[in-house]
């Protein structure tokens, strides 16, 4: 409970207002965690302070949202093309500008170089549906249901 007394009057000391927990009913956070009046989250079961960003204001320490752990597809093309044939058929689907060694789970339509489908998402030849579309990190991408291409 000491490192609580601590950062408390540490809050206080830096930002000219008196910062002391509340019993503010939890917000929708996980579990066993409140915020107090002042923004700092605290473990209801262990009373440890949890760590968070604070910005002063007008109203004293609040509490910023930043969310910086978003990755983000490369804006440059990669070097590596690889071909995406259908699992079933061995038919040739895409040309396809892949990034990094894994499996393919998603396929950013901006790095599609020869789409040879009809742009329905199906195999010409066995009508196999072998992805769906979706937006992710704000760009039109396919993606793969598991096991239906293979790359090559």
Excluded at 37 to 47: C, D, E, M, N, Q
Excluded at 138 to 152: E, W, Y
Aim: one cysteine or more; proline letters at 7%; a positive charge.
């Amino acid at each position: 409970m000491s490192r609580v007394l601590v950062f408390l009057a540490l809050m206080t000391a830096l930002t000219g207002v008196r910062c002391f927990l509340s019993p503010a009913p939890p917000l929708p956070f996980p579990r066993r965690q409140h915020q107090s009046l002042y923004g700092a989250f605290v473990h209801l079961r262990t009373s440890r302070v949890l760590p968070t960003f604070f910005s002063v204001g007008a109203k004293g320490a609040e509490r910023e949202h930043q969310s910086t752990l978003s990755a983000k597809p490369r804006s440059r093309l990669p070097e590596r093309t690889a071909y995406v044939v259908c699992s079933k058929c061995q038919y040739t689907l895409y040309k396809y500008k892949k990034n990094g060694k894994g499996s393919l789970v998603k396929c950013y339509e901006e790095r599609i170089v020869e789409d040879y489908t009809k742009g329905d998402l199906t195999c010409p030849e066995c009508a196999t549906t072998f992805a769906r579309k979706a937006m992710i990190h704000g760009k039109p991408a396919h993606k793969i249901i598991g096991g239906k291409v293979l790359l090559k």
